[in-house]
Each structure stands twice: as C-alpha cells, then as structure tokens.
C-alpha cells in the first residue's frame, strides 16, 4: 500500500513513529505537509498537486492536523475522500471534535456525562454563565484549541469576569465549564482505533498546573480501564464519528466525566506509558480499509 501521512512535522514523534511502523508493514510511506497541497476541483476528476506534482496511487491517509490549520487541512481530507481515498479521521469528524462546543452538545445528546459547561455571546451575560456552572473557580476555554493551550483556571469570580468579558470584548469564542477539584489536575486518556481501546494511562498536570497535557509539563503512567472506562471512551469516539481519538476523562463527584475527545492524539506519551505498538495499530486500522486495490 501507499499510505500518506499529513504532516506539517515531518520530525515529529507521532509522525516518524507512523513512518517506522508503515515500512515495517512493508508500506510505501509519503509524508505530505497538507498546506503545501494544492485542490483541483473540476467535474469527475478531484485531484491534488503537491509541490507542482500531482498526487497519485494513495491508497489511504492518516491525518495529523493542527487545529490552527483545521479550516485547510478539512478541506485537503474532502478533496481525498472525493478521490475515493481512505482517511483514517474523516473530515467532517475532525471540525466536528476541534468546535469544543459542537462536541460537547454531541456528547450531551448522546447521553455522554460532561463538566457543566456554559457558553454566551455578549459580556452583560458573565454573571449568569458562571453562576449556571456553579460558581467560582470556573475553567475558561478557547473553543478551538489543543495540548492545553487556550485553557484558563479563574479561581475568584473577579478574574472570572475579567477574562470572560477581555475575551467576548474582541469577540473570541471561549466555553465556561465547572472546575472539577476532586480530579486533582488527573485524567484519564484512553486512545480509541477503529472503535476499540488500544492504550490508557492516567495524566498528571506539573506542580501547581491544573491541566494534565504532557506538552505542558504533565507526567503519565499506565493505567487499566475499568469497563465502565472503556466503553464510555468507545461510545465517546463513536458519536463523534472518530476512528482514531484521545479520549480524556475525568473522576468526579458526579461519576465518570469526558472532558475533551481529541482527534489528532500524540503518539509518544501514550506508546511511553503503556508499551504498546499504538502507531502499528492505527496503520493496521488503514489496511483494513483500504478502498484502492
């Protein structure tokens, strides 16, 4: 098979560790950095220029999209999917999970336990929207965002407000979620392929950091999942259409809470804790289904 990997890190763990496991499955291994492609839309024939070449003989792709650049990279993975080419997290799916807001009511409406969350367009409504979460301290997010960043701790209802009406005030889109002390800045990641749990550890935020993402200095062990643990992050993934997603979970008062479903996980984190060949996983989810022969 011809596997394409977008990646604007070519160097990166996650993508040297698919790189390695595609050829060691005898796969021939195309790195395409999704902003240097160019889409050709015409009647009957979608194609695709890379670097003045066009694009042929995929057989799938693994998409790696940050979600600064979710808007193109959503397009380049419609323009392969036109051209009948698998990819491992479909395009709708991706801007589906990357609007935080869009996957929480998703999660809602299936049924899915989720931090009481809020969300408002104007400043006059900041009194309300922490108070209908519970109060202060509250937990501010960008609504497009990952590895933590965009994510704000507002422990007195005074900086709550500061922060909210700064962001509303030049019309950033930000959610206002219930903080959950007795997590203790832990979570849960369980990474789901193709519908099954294939590796869990437990994340700890850096002393006095209240996020548990390992890019901000977080530490992660392995974990066993519970079964109640398993099938949430499975449901989670499902809903949202994922074949491939980091799902975070939290313990709380309430029981099992998802935080986050992530559809571009690292690799390095989750491989280090648990052992486990997760890049071979996802490259074996692609030969499964490949649509060209």
Do not use: W
Not at 141 to 147: D, I, N, P, V, Y
């Amino acid at each position: 098979m011809k596997i394409g990997i977008l990646s604007r890190s070519p160097h990166s763990y996650s993508t040297q560790r698919l790189v390695e496991a595609g050829k060691q499955r005898g796969h021939e291994i195309l790195v395409l950095d999704h902003l240097q492609c160019v889409l050709v839309i015409e009647k009957g024939r979608p194609h695709i220029y890379y670097k003045g070449e066009e694009v042929t003989g995929l057989n799938g792709v693994i998409p790696r999209i940050g979600a600064s650049v979710t808007f193109y990279g959503a397009a380049v993975i419609r323009q392969l999917e036109m051209m009948k080419i698998f990819s491992a997290v479909e395009s709708q799916s991706l801007v589906r999970s990357r609007d935080k807001l869009r996957c929480l009511q998703l999660l809602a409406k299936a049924g899915i336990n989720i931090p009481k969350s809020a969300f408002a367009s104007t400043p006059k409504h900041v009194d309300n929207v922490i108070d209908v979460v519970g109060g202060t301290p509250v937990v501010i997010k960008l609504l497009e965002g990952t590895q933590g960043i965009g994510v704000i701790l507002a422990e007195t209802r005074n900086s709550a407000k500061s922060v909210i009406e700064a962001f509303l005030d030049v019309e950033v889109n930000i959610l206002v979620q219930e903080f959950i002390k007795e997590s203790g800045g832990e979570d849960i990641r369980a990474f789901v392929v193709d519908g099954q749990v294939v590796g869990a550890m437990k994340r700890k935020g850096a002393e006095g950091d209240f996020r548990s993402n390992l890019h901000r200095g977080g530490t992660a062990t392995l974990v066993k999942l519970t079964a109640e643990e398993k099938a949430l992050a499975i449901k989670s993934a499902k809903r949202l259409g994922l074949g491939i997603a980091g799902v975070d979970m939290l313990q709380s008062k309430k029981g099992l809470l998802v935080n986050e479903v992530n559809s571009s996980p690292g690799l390095e984190g989750i491989e280090k804790a648990t052992g486990v060949d997760i890049a071979g996983k996802i490259i074996e989810y692609v030969e499964r289904n490949e649509f060209n022969e």
